[in-house]
C-alpha cells in the first residue's frame, strides 16, 4: 500500500513538472549544461594537481550538479508550492504518512536525477573514454546518501521560504555553498589542506568524493569511512531538522 | 468499553495553543459530546468559538492537550493507521494543485485510498463529471468544493467529517450538496458537520451542539433547541396607552416583557393563549395594534441567544427538554 499510495502521489507530480516548463528546463537540462560550461573553467587550472582528466572532474562534479539542481532546487520549489496551495495539509488528513508524502513529492525528482546518473555513466564510459566503475558499492552509497541528504535538506530549506518566488532565493546559499567548496567545479584536493578540511565537512562534499572514488578509484578505506560518517551525519542531522521544525501548512 | 453504539466519543476535550499559562490560549475547553451511528450532528458557532479546532481532534490531525476522543472506538491520533481508512474529511479550504484537471487529482487521491470508488463515479457524486478534464485553478470555488467533498467520498468512508462544505456553493448546488448528504446518512454513514448556515443544520441535522468561546453550551435536536426558547409578540402600544392597562402578563403566560419607545415584545412558551389573550383584551377595548407580529423561535435566535457575547435574553428563565447551562449567561 505504501507503495502504491507514493506512486499516485508520485504521478501526480510528474504531471506537475511536465507542466512547469521552468522546473523541467532546470531538471533536464541545467545540470548537463553545467558540467558542460565548467568543463572550460576547470582545463585552465591544472586539473593534474587533483589527480584527474578534465573529463573525469567535470563528469563526475556533475553528480553533484544532479543532486543541487534537479533534486534539492526542485524539491524546495514544489514543496513550498504544495504547502501554500494547502495541497500537503489536504494530504496529510487521508491515509498516507508524513514520510510517504514527502518521498511521494520527491518521487519524480528522484527518478529523473537517477535516470541522469545513469546517462553519465554510460556517456562517460562508451564515448569519452573515461574507466568502468571502479567501486560501485561506494558509488552507489554515495548517491543514496547524496539523494536522502538532498531531499532532507530541501524539505528543511522550506521552512525559511513563505512564497514560491522566495523559494529559489532560499536555496541560494546551499547551492553557492556547493558549488564553490564540495568539490564539483573543482576537486577539492586543489585547495591549501585548511581550506580543504573545511570544504571536506560540507554536506554535498563527501557524497561527491564518494560517488568519485567510487567511479574512479583512488579512495582508501579511511577516506571512504570519512566520507560515510560525513554524509550520514549531515543526513541525519537534515533528518532531525525536518521533523522539528517542517511546517505543513501556511504561517497563518 | 463505554462505546455501545456511538461513532465518535469526545469526553472532557482540551486544546490549547502556545505555552500554558497567560501566554497560551486553550481554544477547546472540556468539550464532551457523542455521535450516534448514523447520526448526522452539527456543530455550531461562531467565528472563533472552537468548532475547527474541535473538528481537527476529532480527525486526528492534532493531539488534544487533554481529555478524550475515540472514533470508531480508537484514537484518531495514535491509531491513525486504523481510522484513516474508515474515514473521509473535507478541510474548512481545500488544498489542490492547480494545475492538475478535477479528474487527475481524484485519481491521485484514488491512489491514496483503500477501496477507493473509480474516479469518474466519484465525480459524479458531486455533479463534476462534465468538469472532469478541467484544471483546479479553472474550476469555481464552489466546484472546487464539490470536488473537496469527492475526495472526502472517495473511499466510501463509515464518517464523514465536513468542516463548512457548502461555503461558497450557489443555493441549487447547496441543495444538491444536501441531498447527497442525505443519502450518505441513509447508507448509514455517520457525518459530524460544521456550517456558518444555520438553515443547513436545521434541515439536515439529527442533533446539534452550539459552541461558545471552546465550550459546548447546548446540545439536542433542533427542535429542542429551539423549543427552549420563547416566542415573541411585538407591537406598539396606543397612545395613552401603557403596558400596566394589559391583562396580567401572568395570565397570559408571558414569561418577560420588554418596552421600548412605545414598543413591547412579549416572551412565552404558549404562543397560542397569549396571543388569544391579547387579540381579545384589544378588540374588547376596541384597539388596533400596529406592527403586530408574532413569532415562534428560530435556530437563528437561539444560535444569537447562545451563542452571541451578550448576556442572552430571558434565557435565564428558560428550562426544559434541553440539557443547557454550562456557563450560559455568565460572562
Known amino acids: 500500500m505504501t507503495t502504491t499510495r507514493m506512486l499516485a502521489m508520485g504521478r501526480a507530480e510528474l504531471l506537475l513538472l511536465s507542466r512547469n516548463k521552468m522546473a523541467l528546463y532546470v531538471a533536464l537540462l541545467l545540470p548537463a549544461f553545467m558540467a558542460w560550461a565548467m568543463r572550460n573553467g576547470i582545463s585552465k587550472i591544472d586539473p593534474e594537481d587533483a589527480g584527474m582528466s578534465v573529463n573525469e572532474i567535470a563528469l563526475t562534479g556533475a553528480f553533484g550538479y544532479i543532486l543541487l539542481f534537479v533534486v534539492y532546487q526542485n524539491l524546495v520549489s514544489s514543496l513550498v508550492a504544495r504547502r501554500e496551495e494547502l495541497v500537503l495539509k489536504r494530504l496529510r488528513t487521508g491515509e498516507a504518512s508524513d514520510v510517504e508524502i514527502l518521498a511521494g513529492t520527491a518521487l519524480p525528482s528522484v527518478a529523473v536525477a537517477l535516470a541522469q546518473c545513469v546517462v553519465l555513466l554510460v556517456a562517460g564510459i562508451a564515448w569519452l573514454d573515461l574507466r568502468a566503475v571502479t567501486r560501485p558499492d561506494l558509488l552507489l552509497a554515495g548517491l543514496v546518501l547524496g539523494l536522502a541528504m538532498s531531499i532532507a535538506l530541501a524539505a528543511v530549506t522550506t521552512v525559511i521560504a513563505k512564497t514560491v518566488e522566495s523559494a529559489q532565493l532560499v536555496t541560494t546559499p546551499l547551492m553557492v555553498v556547493s558549488l564553490m567548496g564540495s568539490g564539483l567545479v573543482v576537486p577539492v584536493e586543489i585547495f591549501p589542506d585548511t581550506v580543504a578540511e573545511v570544504c571536506r565537512l560540507l554536506p554535498l562534499t563527501p557524497v561527491v568524493e564518494l560517488m568519485r572514488g567510487g567511479w574512479l578509484g583512488g579512495m582508501d578505506a579511511g577516506e571512504a569511512l570519512r566520507s560515510l560518517a560525513t554524509a550520514l551525519a549531515w543526513t541525519a542531522l537534515a533528518v532531525f531538522a525536518v521533523r522539528r521544525w517542517f511546517r505543513w501548512e501556511p504561517r497563518r | ?331
Open chain 2, 1 to 331: 468499553m463505554d462505546i455501545g453504539d456511538s461513532v465518535i466519543d469526545v469526553t472532557g476535550l482540551r486544546r490549547r495553543y502556545g505555552p500554558a499559562g497567560g501566554k497560551g490560549f486553550e481554544a477547546v475547553r472540556d468539550v464532551s459530546f457523542t455521535v450516534g451511528r448514523g447520526e448526522l450532528f452539527a456543530l455550531l458557532g461562531t467565528n472563533g468559538a472552537g468548532k475547527t479546532s474541535t473538528v481537527e481532534l476529532l480527525e486526528g490531525l492534532a493531539r488534544p492537550t487533554g481529555g478524550r476522543v475515540r472514533v470508531l472506538g480508537h484514537d484518531p491520533y495514535a491509531e491513525r493507521r486504523v481510522v484513516r481508512p474508515r474515514v473521509g474529511m473535507m478541510l474548512q479550504e481545500g488544498g489542490f494543485p492547480s494545475d492538475l484537471t478535477a479528474a487527475e487529482t481524484v485519481r491521485m487521491w484514488a491512489g491514496c485510498t483503500t477501496g477507493a470508488r473509480p474516479v469518474d463515479e466519484a465525480l459524479g457524486l458531486v455533479k463534476l463529471a462534465k468538469r472532469r478534464d478541467v484544471r483546479v485553478k479553472q474550476l469555481s470555488g464552489g466546484e472546487r468544493r464539490r470536488l473537496d467533498l469527492a475526495l472526502a467520498l472517495i473511499g466510501r468512508p463509515e464518517v464523514l467529517f465536513l468542516d463548512e462544505p457548502t461555503t461558497g456553493l450557489d443555493p441549487e448546488a447547496r441543495h444538491d450538496t444536501w441531498e447527497l448528504v442525505r443519502r450518505l446518512r441513509a447508507d448509514g454513514t455517520t457525518v459530524l458537520l460544521t456550517t456558518h448556515y444555520l438553515e443547513e443544520a436545521e434541515a439536515l441535522a439529527d442533533r446539534l451542539a452550539i459552541m461558545r468561546e471552546g465550550q459546548v453550551v447546548v446540545t439536542g435536536s433542533p427542535g429542542e433547541v429551539i423549543g427552549a426558547y420563547p416566542a415573541r409578540i411585538r407591537f406598539a402600544m396606543p397612545p395613552g396607552w401603557f403596558v400596566g392597562d394589559l391583562p396580567p402578563l401572568g395570565e397570559l403566560g408571558v414569561l418577560r416583557h420588554e418596552e421600548t419607545d412605545g414598543r413591547i415584545e412579549l416572551q412565552t412558551h404558549e404562543l397560542q393563549r397569549t396571543l388569544t389573550g391579547l387579540l381579545v383584551w384589544a378588540r374588547d377595548k376596541g384597539l388596533e395594534l400596529d406592527g403586530l407580529d408574532a413569532r415562534t423561535a428560530s435556530l437563528e435566535e437561539a444560535f444569537l441567544a447562545i451563542a452571541g457575547a451578550g448576556a442572552p435574553t430571558g434565557a435565564s428563565e428558560t428550562s426544559g427538554a434541553v440539557g443547557t447551562n454550562t456557563g450560559r449567561g455568565e460572562r
